[in-house]
């Protein structure tokens, strides 16, 4: 009896044992999000949430499992943005007023990394610690701010968009968060706060346009006529050059013709002096 009551113990003890080796949630900092690597069944597909119990029978194997432990607090960002909308110079110097068409905003933008990302994050662009995925979001945003940039220039354009970046309140910043989500997809975009903003007159834009516009369709209507022209007479002037070199290289291999267009112009040949021969002369 007794030896069965020390082997109920000792069972319990080396069960107990396998269940805090294997109890994950014991090693993952507080509000912090890990991601599992396993030599035997490689990246999980899902973070482990904080303050989730979660247990790994892969735990069990010494040096078979990895965590890598993250907390996935939002992040501000500032961004500085200037430059000119599209043909800027080129539509101000078809107006007397030479507007100037440059833009400039300033501002900082409020995000946080997705927990669903985080997996394919740390896989992907071998993130291990916090540093690396600060530094990681850090290049991230750089090129959020260069997407909006583009944004800027590719949508000031557009008469639906006009108003919107004239304003630089609320609803341009919501417009541009949903721009910029389908580029990132990582990330929850929280704000766009705009701390200062200049953008040129988009209707003013729009009537340089139109100038321009108007410009390049009346200097068409005038080069195509010559256009034209040009092309039928150099056609003509090729067809005449390839006549002449076929003519010549005909005279070349038959010089008798030379007579015979010459007899039929009524042309009159000189005489040819022909060399007698030994025998002629005699």
Request: some cysteine.
């Amino acid at each position: 009896m007794r030896k069965i009551i020390v082997s109920l113990i000792l069972l319990i003890l080396v069960a107990l044992s396998v269940f805090f080796i294997g109890w994950t949630t014991l090693v993952i900092p507080p509000g912090a999000y890990a991601v599992v690597l396993t030599k035997s069944s490689g990246w999980a597909e899902a973070p482990i949430p904080p303050g989730k119990f979660s247990w790994h029978w892969e735990r069990l194997l010494p040096t078979n499992m990895n965590l890598f432990c993250f907390q996935l607090n939002p992040s501000s960002h500032e961004f500085s943005l200037s430059g000119e909308l599209p043909q800027a110079g080129l539509y101000a110097s078809f107006m007397p007023e030479k507007p100037d068409f440059s833009y400039e905003f300033r501002g900082s933008l409020f995000l946080r990394v997705k927990a669903s990302a985080l997996p394919g994050i740390v896989r992907d662009y071998s993130v291990r610690d916090e540093a690396g995925l600060k530094l990681w979001i850090s290049q991230q945003a750089q090129d959020i701010a260069a997407r909006l940039s583009q944004i800027v220039q590719l949508r000031s354009g557009e008469s639906e968009y006009g108003a919107l970046f004239a304003s630089g309140g609320k609803a341009l910043a919501d417009n541009l968060i949903a721009e910029i989500a389908e580029d990132f997809p990582r990330f929850d975009i929280l704000s766009i706060n705009i701390a200062s903003y200049r953008f040129p007159d988009s209707k003013l834009y729009e009537q340089g346009k139109s100038i321009y516009t108007s410009y390049l369709g009346a200097k068409k209507s005038f080069i195509e006529p010559v256009i034209r022209e040009l092309a039928q007479k150099g056609a003509l002037d090729e067809y005449r050059l390839e006549s002449l070199e076929r003519y010549g290289e005909l005279l070349n291999r038959y010089p008798i013709l030379i007579d015979y267009l010459a007899v039929e112009r009524g042309m009159t040949l000189p005489a040819r002096h022909e060399t007698a021969t030994p025998a002629q002369k005699e």
